[in-house]
């Protein structure tokens, strides 16, 4: 069984910087991609950024989010990081990690809060 913790959610002010963990952490044979998806009140869940572990580690992003946001990982610790910086209001979300194994399981977190305001 694998489990994935997040960490580094709160309130920041508008133009602020966060940055999310997500210690992945059990039975882990083989990891095919790891990532960020968010979802704010009303909305669906939407994807915002992945890092794959294979071709030289490929990352994608979100429109919305490219520029201002990076994503990285650890390979030694089994933990991705989600570096946010310049914060809107609209990016105020719960944000969920997920795990993709090379057998096509997925994992996800349980969610961490952003709140971007005043």
């Known amino acids: 069984q694998v489990q994935l913790v997040e960490s580094g959610g709160g309130l920041v002010q508008p133009g602020g910087s966060l940055r999310l963990s997500c210690a992945a952490s059990?039975?882990?044979?083989?990891?095919?991609?790891m990532g960020w998806y968010r979802q704010a009140p009303g909305k669906q869940r939407e994807l915002i950024a992945s890092?794959?572990?294979?071709?030289?580690?490929?990352?994608n992003y979100a429109d919305f989010v490219k520029g201002r946001f990076t994503i990285s990982r650890d390979s030694a610790e089994n933990t991705a990081y989600l570096q946010m910086d310049s914060l809107k209001p609209e990016d105020t979300a719960v944000y969920y990690c997920?795990?993709?194994?090379?057998?096509?399981?997925?994992?996800w977190g349980q969610g961490t809060q952003v709140t971007v305001s005043a």
């Open positions: 890092l794959s572990t294979g071709s030289g580690g490929r990352t």
């Open positions: 059990g039975t882990i044979f083989s990891i095919n991609a």
């Open positions: 997920f795990l993709t194994t090379l057998g096509g399981r997925n994992y």
